[in-house]
Nanobody
Framework: QVQLVESGGGSVQAGGSLRLSCVYS????????MGWFRQAPGKEREGVAT???????KYTDSVKGRFTISRDNAKNTLYLLMNSLKPEDTATYYC?????????????????????WGQGTQVSVSS
């Protein structure tokens, strides 16, 4: 079975940092692309960052220079290091696995871009 479990969320003040983790089942292959997405109340789920099988990464403009996505295949864990957090980063963060669409379209419709999703972890940033 495919499972993804996020953790590491919490409440922080603006400017703080958090590192999110996503532990996934071994049925997710090393060559499966993975990503982080987020959804704020009243908004659609949006792409945050993705990491390809070759280690290349992609970030949405609003988090570039602040967030870093990484993956440890040996530990079956996906990470998202979030620095210089802003109130607008407040959202539920989801990890996803098995990309279904070309890389240039992964942020257009998240639910169609990846096959498997975790249940999310809440990140709240106060000003």
């Amino acid at each position: 079975q495919v499972q993804l479990v996020e953790s590491g969320g919490g409440s922080v003040q603006a400017g703080g940092s958090l590192r999110l983790s996503c532990v996934y089942s071994k049925t997710i292959l090393d060559w499966d692309n993975m990503g982080w997405f987020r959804q704020a109340p009243g908004k659609e789920r949006e792409g945050v960052a993705t990491i390809d099988t070759d280690g290349s990464t992609k970030y949405t403009d609003s988090v570039k220079g602040r967030f870093t996505i990484s993956r440890d295949n040996a530990k079956n864990t996906l990470y998202l290091l979030m620095n210089s957090l802003k109130p607008e980063d407040t959202a539920t963060y989801y990890c996803a696995a098995r990309q279904l669409v070309p890389s240039q379209r992964v942020f257009q419709d998240p639910l169609k871009a990846f096959r498997h999703w975790g249940q999310g972890t809440q990140v709240s940033v106060s000003s």
